[in-house]
Nanobody, 125 residues
């Protein structure tokens, strides 16, 4: 499956932004899709994940309560609604997908074989 991430931009602290991750190719409904982010000079951080077959969601501690991930299986799309954005949310955001990943590995970037190209989110103070 090929992934295309979009929706990034420059916003002010406290604003909201919605990222999209759209898939093309094979059936998408049995995948887990995750969002990761990477700030300059830092490693890739787990943000959120959603199991498309059940809509069960999982979040990193730094975004819990502010970000929401959802899916539209008919559109082969997954969304990341980001609210109450902070300057420390500034990063390149990636979506990733796996058909075989297990729950205990959701937060591990190495468990995902398919990656989108990344979209820049910049939050000014």
């Amino acid at each position: 499956v090929q992934l295309q991430a979009s929706g990034g931009g420059l916003v002010q602290a406290g604003d909201s932004l919605r990222l999209s991750c759209t898939a093309s190719g094979q059936t998408f409904n049995n995948y887990v899709v995750a969002w990761f982010r990477q700030a300059p000079g830092k490693g890739r951080e787990f943000v959120a994940a959603i199991r498309l077959s059940s809509s069960n969601t999982y979040y990193g501690d730094s975004v819990k309560g502010r970000f929401i991930t959802s899916r539209d299986n008919a559109k082969k799309s997954v969304y990341l609604q980001m609210n109450s954005l902070k300057p420390e949310d500034t990063a390149v955001y990636y979506c990733a997908a796996s058909r075989t990943i297990i729950l205990s590995s959701f937060r591990n970037e190495h468990g995902y074989a398919n990656w989108g190209q990344g979209t820049q989110v910049t939050v000014s103070s």
